[in-house]
């Protein structure tokens, strides 16, 4: 029984996550957040007016609201309100500001909870914003606060709630309406140490509306450079055929040269989830310098190597799912040969003796998640179903090192950034991989990534190296 019991509460657990994951999985991703929450708050009254752009939305829903006896059940009528902007470019943050939820309480309701007035009433309610887009819809659940209000000596209550959405992104251009659901409302005496608030769930009356807004998405325009400043010109990244057909020859002769302790830091932008994660220092292994002289004057040929092997600590990421579920997990990045190996092999091309190219593959996987602070059981293979291929290239010198990294203004289209592939093996009592594919992967290279690499001759105890004896990174500069 008691081992009955305990697959029962993890059961629990994960259908209390995916309760909070499963409405807002919308396949492709209409939607996805940009940010955290906002740092703006909301006052009661009147908003502010909107600025050039935006547009003041109001709409008016009726519910039916059981309230315990002797009140019961009440018809309220219940007001949303909000500035927006008019249109949005894709991919850029949609913000909802000023967002309001009023009503009048009836007057037999409140002296119910409330039966002294002085002490006046407070709670919240919780409504699901829906955002449709062509045949796709994500719900937005969206807590309100209701301060403190006096009761009046007779008559109804008008109490209004405020809440803030953090901003979203549309990544598809067209038309985004946004409905409102029916709210659970929860009130209580505003006096201290009053017993908690009893949650009441309205339905909303057949027969209405209840689009707040809808926004027009559209595609940004294509960059132009300015005339009076041009664009600088890209790195001299070779050309696909050349840099991956790098064809040594027989007759040359290799020198290698041990290089001194490499540290190295890494962080990944992934877009869907607009996160960051940044990996703890490590070092390079192994890390070698192979230049192939020709004879017969031993003339160093192009490219040559900088080779060796790394391994990069599990680290915990914090990021809101979907745009709006708070979410923390640990992420890692591992070799191909994961189940045997710990090692990720490096391995690049140094053109002239300055410009780095490379390209590397790692699987990622995800474990011990958070959704709003309950577990999500992802299990200990959860990870992408083909690895993860990076291509980075940047400034890079054979003895101090360098940042070789994606971007997305590069002139190849496999250095702009990386695709996240679809998760598997995710869920050890739920099927959770199409959650985590619908939440984090992209088949586009839309991700990024940077490495920096500094090479320490100091690193070094003994004749070993011992990255205790490191100093920190210096900050570098973006490129």
């Known amino acids: 029984m008691p081992e009955s019991r305990g697959r029962t509460t993890r059961r629990r657990t994960t259908f209390a996550a995916l309760a909070v994951l499963a409405a807002l999985s919308i396949g492709t991703g209409a939607l996805t957040g940009v940010s955290s929450a906002s740092t703006e708050t909301s006052t009661p009254g009147a908003p502010p007016p909107p600025s050039a752009g935006e547009q003041q939305v109001s709409k008016d829903v009726v519910l039916d609201c059981p309230f315990a006896a002797p009140a019961g059940s009440q018809q309220i009528t219940l007001t949303a309100s909000a500035t927006v902007p008019a249109t949005v470019q894709v991919g850029s943050g949609l913000k909802f500001r000023s967002l309001t939820a009023s009503f009048l309480l009836p007057h037999t309701v409140a002296t119910q909870l409330v039966p002294t007035s002085s002490d006046g009433i407070r709670g919240g309610l919780t409504l699901d914003l829906t955002a449709h887009q ?58 201290e140490g009053a017993a908690e608030a009893t949650p009441v769930a309205c339905t ?54 041990p290089l001194n302790y490499v540290q190295v830091t890494a962080t990944s932008s992934i877009y869907r989830l607009g996160a960051t994660v940044a990996s703890s220092k490590t070092g390079v292994l192994n890390g070698s310098w192979t230049v192939i002289l020709d004879p017969p004057d031993y003339i160093p040929r192009d490219p040559s190597t900088i080779s060796g092997v790394v391994g990069f600590r599990p680290v915990t990421a914090t990021f809101l799912g979907f745009g709006f579920v708070p979410v923390t997990a640990t992420v890692e990045f591992l070799p191909v040969d994961y189940r045997n190996s710990q090692l990720i092999d490096l391995t690049g091309q140094l053109w002239g003796g300055v410009h780095l190219t490379t390209r590397v593959q790692v699987m990622a996987r995800m474990s011990n998640a958070k959704v709003n602070g309950v577990p999500l059981d992802l299990g200990p293979d959860c990870v992408t179903a083909k690895p993860v291929s990076l291509n980075l290239s940047g400034k890079y010198n054979a003895t101090t090192g360098g940042i070789i990294s994606t971007d997305p203004n590069s002139p190849d289209p496999d250095y702009r950034g990386f695709a996240l592939p679809p998760f598997v093996h995710c869920g050890t009592t739920e099927p959770l991989s199409p959650l985590l594919t619908g939440m984090a992967s992209t088949a586009e290279n839309l991700n990024q990534a940077k490495v920096v690499n500094v090479n320490f001759v100091e690193c070094a105890s003994n004749k070993f190296p011992d990255h205790t004896k490191c100093k920190p990174i210096p900050d570098t500069p973006p490129r």
């Open 134 to 191: 062509g045949d796709k819809h994500a719900a937005i659940p969206i807590p309100f606060t209701i301060a403190a209000t006096p009761l009046p000596e007779n008559g109804d209550i008008k109490l209004t709630a405020t809440a803030d959405l953090p901003e979203q992104a549309i990544t598809v251009p067209g038309k985004v309406s946004f409905d409102l659901g029916a709210p659970t409302i929860a009130l209580k005496s505003a006096a």
């Open 204 to 257: 909303l009356l057949p027969d209405q509306t209840t689009t707040l807004t809808s926004i027009l998405a559209t595609q940004a325009p294509a960059a132009t450079p300015s005339p009076d400043k041009p664009k600088p010109p890209p790195a001299p990244t070779p050309p696909a055929a050349e840099r991956d057909a790098v064809t040594p020859k027989d007759d040359g002769f290799p020198l290698v040269t």
